[in-house]
């Protein structure tokens, strides 16, 4: 069986070793355009920052390395130009020597990968212009700061590897703006969650403009649609990337919805004997089962894997991905997995929304907040989405409501885990049991939860909310939301006689808990409508910054 691989990265090179371990006959080699093989595209920033001494260290595999290892040929500097799938036959350039030789396969693999996006702006040629997507442009970038000391650089595009290149930019002393044509950073999350990194962003000294693109790209500066210049000795394009399916195109392989490569939970295209994987190719959602797009290192060795034991006999399949994401940003971990809201009322749910500000460990040992944003079905409170952000226990918690929710957990099964629990590590009620008792409370006994987003629409439409601040009032003195009135918790049962039973409550404390706790005594003494305010004053604070 003559297996061929076009693509040498994650992908590729998964798709090789699983084979391999299953077959020992199979003749398998891959082609590769470029010079570098299975390297880690998200340590480039790292390397650029210094936090990564030696390039090496992201790229440790070579041809030679993978040929002893696992008996596979790679051919890098090999460009595969044309494919004739009647004859299964391929056409590859050697870039190097200019030679043109052919090859034939049983079964073809497109392990091509995505390509950088380069927006359609003046100056993009420029020697100062830099993508952030292989080991060369790696090297090149590096060179360039060693040699040229730039004082300034923008980055146009505020995805993951942006951010990442505007703090670890910072740590070298450099001035950085971020250029990014929407109203938020990180466009994955949702507004009121992402306005939370620009602020950190800005107290490290970034220069974030929003709702702006660059038109004009010269030798010192970037010119904006509003007109503004900004100085630049250096630019980065983060803008996206795309998969690179021009080739599978030549030979009628169907794309999908999102413009990769259609593929089925078998990584096998439409044509028989050909295969997708990495970044090239369609995943589905997990919550939705639709198509979705999210190229990542981890998803492209897992499509690799499967696509390597279907190929050689196995029956392994693609169960899809949450789409779940983090990112450092300075001192901030910020993790997101599953459905934004926006996303979700997209896809038609009925959402309850709740903002769960807890610390990520013992507040007496030091324990910092996480934020917390989660997203349920009403209907079947099953979970859809979270997102999360916070000085230490990101990652963890992500992980954990990334479990859950592979397997189909409800808001209330978030409670009933069995977490690892010391001071040192949690606390007591883990923000994670926490979240989903609170969204299950939301859900099913009417402790009605309204987010400052949603107070702000409805009371733009006219609707009127008697507003408790059930804190402390030198806290309320403090900061408090406009028209509230303050009584706090151990005094609401014997003023609760001077509120309208008949006009809708809202009740809110710091970050939620004593605003609950106002909510079910208001409920139990017999007043309907009353809301917890979603994350507290805390929130609320920073959502109307």
């Not at 949603?454 to 009032?473: P, V, Y």
């Amino acid at each position: 069986m003559k297996i061929r691989i076009i693509g040498s990265v994650a992908a590729g090179t998964s798709v090789a070793a699983k084979a391999r371990r299953n077959n020992e006959e199979a003749d398998i080699r891959i082609y590769d355009r470029d010079y570098d093989i299975s390297y880690s595209v998200c340590g480039i920033p790292y390397f650029i920052g210094d936090e990564v001494e030696d390039l090496e260290t992201l790229n440790p595999r070579d041809p030679a390395w993978f040929k002893k290892r696992y008996n596979v040929d790679i051919q890098t500097r090999h460009e595969v130009t044309d494919i004739d799938h009647d004859t299964k036959t391929l056409t590859i350039k050697n870039l190097d020597t200019g030679e043109t030789l052919t090859d034939t396969y049983d079964i073809l693999v497109f392990a091509t990968g995505a390509s950088p996006l380069t927006p359609n702006i003046e100056g993009t040629e420029l020697g100062h212009v830099f993508h952030i997507r292989t080991i060369q442009n790696a090297g090149a970038i590096d060179q360039f700061i060693e040699s040229r000391k730039p004082k300034t650089a923008t980055i146009i595009g505020a995805g993951y590897i942006g951010l990442e290149m505007a703090e670890q930019l910072t740590h070298l002393g450099i001035e950085v703006t971020i250029l990014q044509r929407s109203n938020q950073v990180m466009k994955h999350l949702d507004k009121d969650i992402a306005d939370r990194i620009t602020d950190t962003l800005k107290a490290h000294g970034v220069n974030v403009l929003l709702d702006q693109e660059a038109v004009r790209i010269t030798e010192t500066e970037i010119i904006t649609s509003k007109g503004d210049t900004i100085a630049s000795d250096l630019v980065f394009l983060a803008v996206g990337v795309k998969p690179n399916t021009a080739l599978a195109e030549k030979i009628d392989v169907k794309l999908g919805k999102t413009g990769a490569i259609a593929v089925n939970e078998k990584m096998q295209t439409n044509l028989p004997d050909v295969y997708a994987v990495g970044d090239v190719a369609e995943s589905f959602s997990v919550i939705t089962g639709k198509p979705l797009y999210r190229p990542l290192g981890s998803t492209a060795n897992k499509m690799g894997r499967i696509a390597g034991d279907v190929i050689t006999g196995g029956n392994s399949i693609h169960r899809g991905i949450l789409g779940t994401g983090i990112v450092r940003v300075f001192e901030l971990a910020i993790g997101q997995t599953g459905l934004n809201e926006q996303e979700a009322l997209a896809q038609g749910y009925d959402i309850e929304t709740l903002h769960n500000i807890k610390p990520a460990r013992a507040a007496y040992l030091g324990g910092k907040e996480i934020i917390i944003k989660a997203i349920a079905d009403r209907a079947t409170g099953r979970l859809l989405g979270v997102q999360a952000v916070g000085e230490e226990g990101v990652d963890k918690r992500i992980d954990v409501f990334v479990t859950a929710m592979t397997f189909g957990a409800k808001a209330e099964d978030l409670f009933h885990l069995d977490l690892a629990y010391a001071p040192p590590f949690s606390t007591t009620k883990d923000p994670v049991m926490y979240t989903g008792m609170a969204l299950d409370n939301a859900i099913k006994k009417q402790n009605k939860l309204l987010t400052p987003k949603e107070l702000q629409h409805r009371m733009e439409k006219g609707e009127s909310f008697q507003i408790i601040d059930t804190r402390a009032k030198n806290q309320y003195d403090k900061s408090h939301i406009p028209d509230a009135v303050n009584i706090p918790l151990a005094e609401l049962r014997n003023k609760a006689k001077d509120l309208d039973p008949k006009k809708p409550i809202l009740c809110y404390c710091n970050s939620g808990v004593t605003g609950n706790a106002a909510q079910n005594i208001l409920r139990q003494m017999g007043f309907e409508e009353v809301y917890n305010l979603s994350g507290g004053n805390k929130n609320y604070q920073v959502y109307r910054k």
